[in-house]
C-alpha cells in the first residue's frame, strides 16, 4: 500500500545545478501536483496535472518544470538551481481530474531540497 | 482571490483539556473547506472536510470542525486533547463554484500538547 512516493528525500545542491524529483502513485489517480514548504507561508502550488499528457502552473511555477507521461508519474524538474529554491517539496495526488471538487489530497512524505 | 488565515502561529493545551485551532477564509463563491495534519517528517494527512450540509463535521482521530458562514470561519476542535494530537495543522480552501480553482493553504499552526 505505497500511495505516493518520492524520491529522493534529501537533496544539496549548488546554485546552477539541474535535478528531478520524482514522484509517483499507485493509486489510479487522475489528479497530481507539486507544493513546495516554506516556514509560515503554507503550502504553494507549483504545478499540477489532471491526467496523462496535461500539465498546468499553480501559484509559483517560475524555476520548474513538469510532465506526465504516465498516470503515475509526474517529475519536478529544477533546470539551474537557486538558492530560493531551498525548501521542502510534496507531491499530492486525487482521484478525479480535480481536487476534486470534494476530494482530498493525498500527499507523499516530501523531499528536503538545499541549494548552496 | 481566495485566502486562508490562521491567526495563532502555536496552540498549546494541556492532556485532556479541549482545544480549538482556527481558521479563517475568503472565497467569493461557495467555500470548500479541509482541515490537514503533518507529523514531523512526514507529509500532510487529511483531517476532515465541509463541502455542504451540517456545519458540524467530524473527522479523523476524534476532531471535528464547525463551519461558519457568517464569520467565514472553519475551527478545528476537539473535546481532550492528546499528546499525541500534537502537530502542525492546515487548513484549505477553494471555491467550490469554479471548478479551476486550486486549493489554498494557510501558514499552519502547531499544536503541543502538553502532558
Known amino acids: 500500500n505505497a500511495g505516493v512516493t518520492q524520491t529522493p528525500k534529501f537533496q544539496v545542491l549548488k546554485t546552477g545545478q539541474s535535478m528531478t524529483l520524482q514522484c509517483a502513485q499507485d493509486m489510479n489517480h487522475e489528479y497530481m501536483s507539486w507544493y513546495r514548504q516554506d516556514p509560515g507561508m503554507g503550502l504553494r502550488l507549483i504545478h499540477y496535472?489532471?491526467?496523462?499528457?496535461?500539465?498546468d502552473q499553480g501559484e509559483v511555477p517560475n524555476g520548474y518544470n513538469v510532465s506526465r507521461s504516465t498516470t503515475e508519474d509526474f517529475p519536478l524538474r529544477l533546470l539551474s538551481a537557486a538558492p530560493s529554491q531551498t525548501s521542502v517539496y510534496f507531491c499530492?495526488?486525487?482521484?478525479?481530474?480535480?481536487?476534486?471538487?470534494?476530494?482530498?489530497?493525498?500527499f507523499g512524505e516530501g523531499s528536503r531540497l538545499t541549494v548552496l | 482571490a481566495q485566502s486562508v488565515a490562521q491567526p495563532e502561529d502555536q496552540v498549546n493545551v494541556a492532556e485532556g483539556n479541549p482545544l480549538t485551532v482556527k481558521c479563517t477564509y475568503s472565497?467569493?463563491?461557495?467555500?470548500?473547506l479541509f482541515w490537514y495534519v503533518q507529523y514531523p517528517n512526514r507529509g500532510l494527512q487529511f483531517l476532515l472536510k465541509?463541502?455542504?450540509?451540517?456545519?458540524l463535521v467530524k473527522g479523523s482521530y476524534g476532531f471535528e470542525a464547525e463551519f461558519n458562514k457568517s464569520q467565514t470561519s472553519f475551527h478545528l476542535k476537539k473535546p481532550s486533547a492528546l499528546v499525541s494530537d500534537s502537530a502542525l495543522y492546515f487548513c484549505?480552501?477553494?471555491?467550490?463554484?469554479?471548478?479551476?480553482?486550486?486549493?489554498?493553504f494557510g501558514g499552519g499552526t502547531r499544536l503541543m500538547v502538553k502532558p
Open positions: 465541509y463541502i455542504t450540509g451540517d456545519n
Open positions: 496535472s489532471v491526467g496523462a499528457g496535461i500539465t
Open positions: 499530492a495526488s486525487s482521484y478525479g481530474g480535480h481536487p476534486s471538487n470534494t476530494g482530498e489530497l493525498f
Open positions: 484549505a480552501v477553494r471555491d467550490g463554484s469554479n471548478a479551476g480553482n486550486m486549493l489554498t
Open positions: 472565497v467569493s463563491g461557495n467555500p470548500y
